[in-house]
């Protein structure tokens, strides 16, 4: 289940970065290569862990759930913390001026 949740919030948020590509303000790539890159290890890890053991390739279960959603909180405050850092419109620079 948390593959499926990182995988949909990469298709979700890759077109709402390829879509303001060139004004990229949010920094929306970075969110979009957190969220590709967390997919890939993950589909990378059930394909290994699949063929080496057999099994279920996907769990659908509860916890699998939770894991998926905490996940993509862990990405989406990492992707925030980036923003804060990078302050593309300058707001946490303007306030420190101000002070």
Do not use: H
Not at 32 to 41: A, D, K, R, V
Request: include cysteine.
């Amino acid at each position: 289940m948390w593959l499926i949740i990182l995988g949909l919030a990469a298709a979700v948020v890759t077109p709402l970065w390829y879509s303001r590509a060139e004004k990229d303000e949010y920094l929306l790539r970075y969110l979009c290569l957190i969220l590709w890159g967390g997919f890939l290890m993950g589909l990378v890890d059930r394909l290994a862990g699949f063929f080496a053991e057999g099994g279920p390739f996907l769990d659908l279960s509860l916890e699998a759930a939770v894991l998926g959603l905490s996940m993509l909180v862990i990405a989406l405050a990492v992707w925030e913390t980036a923003l804060l850092l990078k302050d593309p419109k300058r707001v946490l620079l303007r306030k420190q001026k101000s002070s």
